[in-house]
Nanobody, 123 residues
Framework: QVQLVESGGGLVQAEESLTLSCAASGSGFSLGAMGWYRQAPGKQRELVAA???????DYKDSVKGRFTITRDNVKNTVSLQMNSLKPEDTAVYYC?????????????????WGQGTQVHVSS
C-alpha cells in the first residue's frame, strides 16, 4: 500500500506563489504517472497537472505558463510550483498517483490519493 502526504497549502494573495509537495511512502511500490487534482467548492475535481516517471508533463490549459510540476523518482516526491496565482485557483489540491506509466485525466485511473491541502487565493 502506498501513502501520499501533501504539504504546502495556505493562504496567499493574487499574483503570489506557492509550492505544493507530495511524498509517497510504503514498501515495494513503483509509481507510474503522478498528478495534482483540485476541487473548488461546488465543482468537480479536475486534473491540474501530471507527470510521468520519465518527465513528460501535461497541464490544464488555465494553468499553463503559471504552474510547473516536477518529480524526484529517487525520493518518490512530486511538487507543484504555482506562480501568478489567481482567486479562481482556490481549491483543495490533491496528490494522486497510479502504477501505470501513462498520464490519464480520469480520477478512476489513479490508484492512490493524498488527503488534500487547501489553497486559498485572495484578490
Amino acid at each position: 500500500q502506498v501513502q501520499l502526504v501533501e504539504s504546502g497549502g495556505g493562504l496567499v494573495q493574487a499574483e503570489e506563489s506557492l509550492t505544493l509537495s507530495c511524498a509517497a511512502s510504503g514498501s515495494g511500490f513503483s509509481l507510474g504517472a503522478m498528478g495534482w487534482y483540485r476541487q473548488a467548492p461546488g465543482k468537480q475535481r479536475e486534473l491540474v497537472a501530471a507527470i510521468t516517471s520519465g518527465g513528460n508533463t501535461d497541464y490544464k490549459d488555465s494553468v499553463k505558463g503559471r504552474f510547473t510540476i516536477t518529480r524526484d523518482n529517487v525520493k518518490n516526491t512530486v511538487s507543484l510550483q504555482m506562480n501568478s496565482l489567481k482567486p479562481e485557483d482556490t481549491a483543495v489540491y490533491y496528490c494522486a498517483a497510479r502504477e501505470a506509466p501513462l498520464i490519464r485525466t480520469s480520477e478512476a485511473d489513479y490508484d492512490y490519493w493524498g488527503q488534500g491541502t487547501q489553497v486559498h487565493v485572495s484578490s
